[in-house]
């Protein structure tokens, strides 16, 4: 049996390997600035915690299925008006078919959550997180959707078991053959198209009429 690295998930046998379930926890903070004429305070997405990991085993404190969000005490001081609200229930599901997607995050400099959320109806309201993905191509979709995306490093145990993921099922398309160079179209210096004259030109040995 392989050994467990301290930081990747235990051993997932005969669970739900490929799936966790996250939270996602939101800062409400001041806007420093001339800016705070306008907009007080702003909302920021702080991090996404794992409430449920692919062993089956769970983060205290978090409830595993969609609910009332929590206001949250995190540890150290909080700056003053800074408050932080958790929001749990979010599958994160990997999927062989979107094994490029999870390729491209890897080999990003900062593998990451991204997170979909919207802003409250409200000025007092709180934010609605939507949906959490570590695929590159989901993320891509939703901002060419003009939703509100964004992301937060994940942990070395997400990267750790994404890779593994990864590593099974990314297959990288194979390159495309380069056209031979005799199927190449002809250009002169300026990059336009030649014209061949066959046959009756200057030099050619043909005879005149």
């Not at 056209?179 to 198209?193: K, N, V």
Request: glycine content about 10%.
């Amino acid at each position: 049996m392989a050994e467990e690295r301290p930081d990747s998930f235990p051993s997932a046998a005969g669970a739900g390997g490929w799936r966790i379930v996250t939270g996602v926890v939101m800062r409400r903070e001041p806007v420093p600035g001339p800016m705070a004429r306008w907009q007080p305070w702003r909302w920021v997405l702080a991090d996404v915690v794992v409430v449920q990991r692919p062993d089956g085993s769970r983060l205290p404190g978090w409830p595993l299925h969609p609910s009332e969000p929590l206001p949250l005490q995190l540890d150290g001081a909080a700056a003053e008006g800074v408050q932080h609200w958790g929001f749990s229930g979010f599958s994160v599901a990997l999927h062989p078919e979107d094994a490029e997607g999870y390729h491209l995050n890897l080999t990003a400099p900062q593998p990451c959550f991204w997170v979909m959320w919207r802003r409250g109806e409200t000025d007092d309201a709180l934010p609605q997180p939507q949906i959490v993905t570590l695929s590159y191509h989901d993320a891509g979709r939703w901002l060419d959707a003009q939703e509100l995306v964004d992301q937060v490093p994940a942990d070395p145990a997400v990267v750790h078991w994404l890779a593994d993921f990864t590593a099974q099922h990314y297959r990288p398309e194979p390159k495309r053959r380069a056209r031979p160079a005799s199927f190449q179209p002809l250009t002169d210096r300026h990059g336009q198209p030649a014209r061949i004259s066959v046959g009756g030109g200057r030099g050619s040995g043909g005879t005149p009429a």
